[in-house]
């Protein structure tokens, strides 16, 4: 399995492909860092490579990135939102490609 730190990289990697943040912006990279490995946050209550592991769980984050921007007033929007959740998808990504010898095995991305 990779570690939280590749899936921090592969999701600011990702996220930095579709909505670059502008120089000396950390939020943004510290969100999309935050997005990779988010989806291990289920380790805390028992449960791994479930529901949060899901591309259905990338979608959720990308809505709920793009109502909290709105609702906080924020100019960004759609991009940034679109980028949120392709940077959570990395996750299960990079689990797909690597071993899994916990139960249950594998992921179940859809």
Known sequence: MPSPIAHA????????LVDPPPIGNNR???????????ADLDLLFGAHSGPT????????????????LKM???SLGA?????SAIAY???TLLDW????SSPPIGIMAL
């Open 89 to 91: 998808a990395t996750h």
């Open 28 to 38: 943004r990279i510290l969100l999309y860092a935050g997005m990779g490995a988010a």
């Open 9 to 16: 990289i592969a999701g600011v990697t990702a996220g930095w």
């Open 79 to 83: 991009r940034t939102a679109c980028a």
């Open 97 to 100: 490609l690597g071993t899994d």
């Open 53 to 68: 592991h899901g591309l259905g769980a990338a979608i959720i984050v990308g809505i709920a990135t793009w109502l909290v």
């Open 72 to 74: 906080r007033g924020s």
